[in-house]
């Protein structure tokens, strides 16, 4: 069973260009959550969704970032015209949905993304 | 608002010797607690969780973490630090299960000496 995937790994922006960052779930999960981990810090969650809703937007900067999981494909974090303090690394998780059978009330992590703003 | 105090930002142990990270928490109500191990250019790995029962909580390769409400602590420990646990810990806490909207500490780099 293949983990939490996300692409790029690295990606290298220039101010002012967008950054789309892609997190396919684990397989028979529902529910994709991103944090943004900033150098020397832990990690902070950003957005909550599952297919087709935003259910949790509260650690989302208001302006430039935005987060869909369509019903097809996997969820993108997007972030329009990038400034220097959006270098962070961006990691995807991943459960079932709650009160399901394979519900563990765990998330599983992907790899990150290391977003890099020059 | 929950809050999660990693006091430890470096630890160095010697290859063999036991190891306790610390972990303080903050928070209302019971809380569902987690380690969660990092190693370079890596995602998290789930070490072990804490959701009700036994205050002591077995993980995976070795590692062991005790809930102690009364100190509002989760500290993890290892009874013997292999080299390949080199690596940050981060400590979460979440307030439910199901939905966790987690609350990661600063983590602790551990540097594992021969």
């Known amino acids: 069973n293949a983990g939490v995937m996300q692409n790029p790994r690295h990606l290298v922006r220039r101010r002012g260009q967008e950054a789309r960052l892609r997190c396919s779930p684990m397989k028979g999960h529902s529910h994709v959550y991103w944090y943004r981990q900033l150098p020397e810090e832990g990690l902070k969650f950003m957005v909550y969704?599952?297919?087709?809703?935003?259910?949790?937007e509260s650690g989302m900067p208001k302006e430039r970032f935005s987060a869909e999981f369509p019903k097809e494909g996997p969820s993108i974090l997007r972030i329009q015209q990038v400034v220097r303090g959006d270098s962070a690394a961006y990691f995807c998780a991943s459960s079932p949905s709650p009160g399901s059978p394979l519900s563990t009330d765990t998330q599983y992590f992907g790899p990150g993304t290391r977003l890099t703003v020059l | 608002a929950q809050s999660v105090t990693q006091p430890d930002i470096h630890i160095t142990v010697s290859e063999g010797a036991s190891l306790e990270l610390r972990c303080n928490y903050s928070y209302g109500a019971t809380p569902y607690l987690f380690w969660y191990v990092q190693s370079p250019g890596q995602g998290l790995q789930l070490l072990l969780k804490y959701f009700s029962g036994d205050t002591l909580v077995q993980g995976i390769k070795g590692f062991e973490a005790e809930f102690k409400r009364s100190q509002s602590s989760f500290n993890l420990r290892k009874p013997s630090v292999h080299w390949s646990d080199a690596a940050e810990y981060f400590c979460?806490?979440?307030?439910?299960?199901?939905?966790?909207?987690?609350?990661f500490g600063t983590g602790t780099r551990l540097l594992v000496s021969p």
């Open positions: 969704l599952q297919k087709e809703n935003i259910i949790d």
């Open positions: 979460a806490v979440g307030k439910d299960t199901g939905f966790q909207k987690l609350v």
